[in-house]
């Protein structure tokens, strides 16, 4: 497997768009600040969420008034990441596709995308699920666990830059 990302790496980094990338300085830096800009909009929004099933934030608010404001603009700026991701990766493969830091952060991309749609889909459902007493327990476990995997996420991107192959 690591031969066959070798392999992709060395091809991907000898195209004339990695090359563009690579030779024009202000490429990359503008790729970084649209993917932190991004990734604020992204981990903000999810939190509001989170905070709202903990009673933090808007307590008055039906839960789902709060998720039909906050989660939408998620998936539009998902799509504007994964394009700046991927255009980072074409300027400089090694640094991603041979580092286990950036599969660990996919990882819990996906678990933060199928948490999300989750919570979505049920609030917008079931407006009050989790304001039940009966129910506030699961729904706090949820918020827990979408907090943990979006700070998980925000790391593993922080980290790649720290744990690249030599
Ligand atoms: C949608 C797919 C995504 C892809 C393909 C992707 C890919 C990348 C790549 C290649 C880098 C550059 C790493 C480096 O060279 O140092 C990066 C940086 C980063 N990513 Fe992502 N990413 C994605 C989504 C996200 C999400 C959803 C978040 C957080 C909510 C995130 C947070 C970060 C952070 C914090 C950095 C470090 C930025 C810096 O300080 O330069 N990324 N990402």
């Known amino acids: 497997m690591e031969a066959l990302l070798t392999g992709f790496s060395k091809w991907l980094a000898a195209?004339?768009?990695?090359?563009?990338?690579?030779?024009?300085?202000?490429?990359?830096?503008?790729?970084?600040?649209?993917?932190i800009l991004c990734v604020a909009i992204a981990f903000?929004?999810?939190?509001?969420?989170d905070l709202?099933?903990?009673?933090?934030?808007?307590?008055?608010?039906?839960?789902s008034d709060v998720a039909r404001r906050f989660l939408p603009p998620i998936w539009p700026v998902l799509v504007i990441l994964l394009i700046t991701g991927s255009l980072l990766i074409i300027g400089e493969p090694r640094r991603?596709?041979?580092?286990?830091t950036f599969y660990l952060k996919m990882a819990l991309l996906i678990v933060a995308i199928l948490l999300t749609a989750t919570?979505?889909?049920?609030?917008?459902?079931?407006?009050?699920?989790?304001?039940?007493?009966s129910r506030r327990l699961s729904g706090q476990l949820l918020a827990t666990l979408s907090i943990l995997v979006w700070c998980g996420i925000l790391f593993a991107g922080r980290w790649i830059a720290y744990t690249q192959a030599g």
Do not use: C, K, Y
């Open 15 to 35: 195209t004339s768009l990695s090359h563009i990338i690579q030779s024009v300085t202000w490429i990359i830096p503008t790729l970084q600040t649209i993917h």
């Open 44 to 49: 903000s929004s999810a939190v509001m969420v």
């Open 96 to 100: 991603s596709l041979l580092n286990t």
């Open 52 to 63: 709202r099933i903990f009673r933090l934030f808007e307590r008055d608010e039906p839960l």
């Open 119 to 133: 919570l979505q889909r049920t609030a917008l459902a079931s407006p009050g699920l989790f304001d039940d007493r």
